[in-house]
């Protein structure tokens, strides 16, 4: 794809191990774009910028400005502004769109897991799963439980957490990737008797569903948002190596 330049939407290993693989491509200019969430965020090969781009219209303006001819969504399932803007932005400028998701996680014998539509949703059904709750959904949205005062809370995420937080929240500031020894001892040391997670995908963070079903520990799994229509998708990175062959040799016939 010789003088190509391509915008990945990051903040996944994915988005990371994509952008080294194109980094190594004769001629293709990589740029990765994070949201800038993080403070020490891992850095992707190539050229990185931080920060909202204002919307579709900011983002749209940016693929213009720096001639960017294929944009990459390879955003976590969760991020779907984010997705949705690229769709908006990419139709405004006639730029290709491919996107990588990586699949969700399924429920295997043994497991004991509750479907929830939303953060919401879950915190309405902790109460009757469990009273020492591990929270594994991230920082951020943690007003969905601020009200449970009468249930115990280990959350866990890579920054410290901020106002409303449910009154009896303990907090572990760590990264993946997690150990199914690791998260076992974990669940036991704290006599968690509910995890809360979101359907991530992934292998970095599902060790925690194999000692959960070891545990026989209750998993109240928040469901992922619509992915957009239309979207080429690939759930892996060679998969999207070969989309983007596809749009290349679409654009050069
Ligand atoms: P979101 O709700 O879809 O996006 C909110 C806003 O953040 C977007 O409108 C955009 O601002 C900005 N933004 C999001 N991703 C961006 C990116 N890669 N580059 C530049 N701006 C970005 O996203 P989110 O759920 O807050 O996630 C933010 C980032 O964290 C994403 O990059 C995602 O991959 C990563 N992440 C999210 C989760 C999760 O559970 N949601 C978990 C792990 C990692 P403007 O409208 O101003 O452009």
Do not use: Y
Not at 24 to 35: F, I
Not at 70 to 81: G, L
């Amino acid at each position: 794809m010789p003088g190509t330049h391509i915008l990945v939407l990051g903040g996944t290993a994915e988005a990371r191990q994509l952008a080294a693989e194109l980094g190594g491509l004769p001629g293709t200019r990589v740029t990765t774009s994070l949201a800038g969430r993080v403070a020490r965020p891992r850095t992707p090969v190539g050229e990185v910028r931080i920060g909202g781009f204002g919307g579709p219209e900011g983002l749209a303006e940016w693929l213009r400005e720096h001639r960017v001819d294929v944009v990459v969504d390879a955003t976590h399932p969760f991020a779907a502004t984010i997705s949705a803007n690229a769709v908006a932005a990419a139709a405004a400028t006639g730029t290709a769109l491919v996107a990588l998701r990586r699949p969700g996680w399924h429920a295997r014998p043994g497991d004991r897991w509750h479907d929830a539509a939303s953060l919401a949703d879950a915190a309405a059904q902790l109460p009757a799963l469990g009273r020492r709750v591990f929270l594994t959904t991230g920082r951020l949205g943690l007003a969905a439980f601020a009200d449970l005062g009468q249930l115990r809370f280990l959350v866990r995420s890579v920054e410290a957490p901020g106002p409303p937080l449910p009154r009896h929240t303990s907090v572990i500031l760590e990264r993946g990737p997690f150990t199914v020894d690791g998260e076992r001892e974990l669940l036991r040391t704290h006599r968690i008797d509910v995890l809360v997670t979101k359907d991530s995908g992934g292998p970095a963070t599902a060790a925690k569903l194999t000692a959960a079903r070891e545990l026989s520990v209750p998993v109240v799994v928040v469901r992922r948002p619509p992915a957009p229509d239309g979207v080429p998708t690939a759930e892996d990175v060679p998969g999207v190596l070969a989309l983007l062959s596809r749009a290349a040799a679409d654009r050069c016939p």
